[in-house]
């Protein structure tokens, strides 16, 4: 994917999998605003919100979580504890490039910190974790663009919602 400095909100749209709709309601209520808000035109229409490089990597991973089952509720949660507690924002702490570096293990989100502490920071952020044992698979969050829909034969729909299925 090549970076630009500003993306539309239809680009974000289809490279993360969110709708138009649902960044136009996470951004009224103030839980992912754009770097550039839309705003009226002299002619009387509105411009689309932009979303920076940094942003779009977010919601990557914001729209992957999704997908996964977290609520909004608990993805607010995330960010703010990311905020408040660690001093960092999302983008710093996916893929290890920040004080935390995030993982997650399917239905929880765990943050290692630079000296090694681990927080299942969507349960209880303050208290440290000790992991003991091999059973536990936590796989460290990244962000990734939302593989392309499949077109069905026949159909000239790129989805299935349009078939036999409700």
């Given at each position: 994917m090549k970076l630009k400095k500003l993306y539309s909100s239809r680009e974000v749209a289809q490279l993360t999998g969110l709708t138009a709709r649902q960044l136009q309601w996470w951004a009224k209520r103030n839980l992912f605003p754009p770097a550039v808000e839309s705003h009226k035109t002299e002619a009387g229409g509105y411009?689309?919100?932009?979303?920076?490089?940094?942003?779009?990597?977010?919601?990557?991973?914001?729209?992957?979580?999704?997908?996964?089952?977290?609520?909004?509720a608990r993805i607010r949660r995330l960010l703010q504890i990311l905020k408040h507690r660690f001093k960092t924002r999302l983008y710093e702490a996916i893929e290890g490039g920040g004080p935390v570096t995030l993982y997650i293990d399917g239905s929880n989100i765990y943050a290692r910190t630079e000296d090694g502490e681990l927080f299942s920071i969507l349960d209880n952020e303050a208290q440290p974790l000790m992991m003991m044992g091999e059973d536990i698979k936590l796989r460290q969050l990244i962000a990734r663009e939302r593989p392309a829909r499949r077109r069905e034969k026949g159909t000239g729909r790129s989805d299935k919602r349009g078939a036999s299925q409700p």
């Open positions: 411009t689309e919100r932009r979303y920076s490089p940094i942003e779009l990597l977010e919601l990557m991973v914001l729209a992957d979580l999704r997908r996964k089952g977290f609520t909004v």
